[in-house]
């Protein structure tokens, strides 16, 4: 007999990353592992917000619950964070603090659509996307997600795919699995499409200050009408290398997020104190620390840029920016997955295959470059020329 499972679970593939991270083969080898799978950062939180952690863990309320939406000073400080990136005012009434920006995604699409209801996605997607997505029962109205020519979405494919049952557009820039990050113009087209159509806009900026250009990203926190028609996601996970801490954002109109209220606090009931309290400290005192990285993070962006010019690579980069690229392997006709779990086994680079990012992502891999050091780049290419017909 066995367990009885929801269909809506049951069809949804296995958690991407176990499986990938299960090709790599045990036991000695001579030489390391690539591993550009998960997007993590490669280096620990900064020494003093660690030092900070040990305080906050010694004080006597900390393991205590918060309001659902987080800490009032961590909303302010946050809110203020998102205003000055942004050049606009965001007020914290408008934050909620989740447990990751997963979460956020969970609560943001669970509060707009049912089950028979859809919504429009650029593919390949954040499979995270999709799984939940899928297990809520919600269509997805599935558009290109780059072209040749432009590495973003086009709003017109968007408008086209809307239907009677859509109830929002989902953005993510800079993009994963691409890592494009996407003009403001066209986020701005995107918003003003949701808007006209009187949907939502859910705009996953994870990665957002992994962006080359400190410019804003898009103008929507400038507009006085951004609150009825955008919910905004953001992670601190990748920002101050707190994956494993749990901390993420949404940023939208108290309307909507009072409804998220109800699914937060059946999920979490409030997001991790220790953290929400390391993430005050960090906002306040870590830019300095979080410029390194990022100055780092460009530094690894150029080089991987510069290894994929080699002469001779048939890996085509078609794609890159924070924190990913997406490569186009030369093996047409083959299966991604076939190509990554050989890459994996026998030349150790582990890379994620397009088929976990969507429908017609098999002839490419997602290279999370963000994970190594800019000196392993050219090694990397070594490795992949060893792998051609
Ligand atoms: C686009 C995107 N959104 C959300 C997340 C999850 O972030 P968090 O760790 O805050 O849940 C990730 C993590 O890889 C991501 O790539």
Redesign the pocket.
């Known amino acids: 007999m066995g367990y009885p499972v929801s269909d809506l679970v049951g069809r949804v593939e296995a958690p991407p990353i176990a499986e990938a991270m299960s090709w790599v083969r045990q036991g000695p080898r001579n030489r390391d592992l690539i591993n550009l799978c ?3 950062p490669s280096y620990p939180p900064a020494p003093e917000l660690q030092q900070e952690f040990g305080r906050i863990a010694l004080q006597p309320g900390t393991g205590g619950y918060t309001d659902i939406y987080g800490l009032a000073l961590l909303r302010e400080s946050y809110a203020n964070h998102l205003g000055a990136d942004y050049g606009a005012k965001v007020a914290p009434n408008h934050v909620a603090i ?8 969970a609560a943001a699409v669970m509060a707009v659509a049912k089950a028979g209801d859809d919504v429009v996605i650029p593919v390949p997607y ?1 499979f ?2 999709q799984m939940w997505l899928t297990m809520l029962g919600i269509g997805l109205n599935t558009i290109p997600a780059f072209a040749e020519g432009r590495s973003h979405p086009s709003v017109q494919d968007a408008e086209k795919a809307i239907g009677p049952r859509t109830k929002a557009l989902i953005l ?1 820039t800079p ?2 699995p691409t890592g494009a990050v996407y003009p403001p113009e066209v986020i701005e087209a995107f918003f003003d499409l949701a808007k006209a159509r009187g949907i939502t806009l859910i705009l ?1 900026e ?2 957002k200050d992994f962006r080359p250009d400190p410019a804003p990203a898009h103008g929507l926190f400038q507009r006085s009408d951004w609150n009825d028609t955008l919910i905004h ?6 920002v101050y290398a707190l ?1 494993g801490y ?3 954002a949404m940023t939208a109109g108290p309307s909507i997020l009072s409804e998220a209220a109800k699914i937060l606090d059946c999920m979490t009931i409030c997001p991790p104190q220790i953290t929400q309290q390391g993430v005050i400290f960090a906002l306040r005192e870590l830019d300095q620390w979080k410029r390194g990285k990022l100055d780092m993070m460009a530094g690894r962006l150029a080089a991987i840029r510069t290894a994929f010019a080699r002469k001779g690579l048939d890996y085509k980069l078609i794609s890159s920016g924070a ?1 990913f690229a997406y490569v186009r392997h030369p093996f047409r006709g083959e299966a991604s997955k076939a190509v990554a779990m050989r890459l994996a086994q026998e030349h150790d680079v582990l890379c994620l295959p397009g088929s976990m990012f969507g429908p017609a992502q098999e002839d490419y891999l997602r290279i999370a470059f963000a994970n190594v050091d800019a000196a392993i780049m050219e090694p990397l290419v070594d490795r992949l020329i060893a792998t051609q017909p």
């Open positions: 998960q997007a993590v989740t447990t990751g920006c997963n979460q956020a995604f954040y995270n996307h993510c993009n994963n996953d994870t990665y996601l953001y992670s601190f996970s990748k994956a749990r901390l993420g924190y």
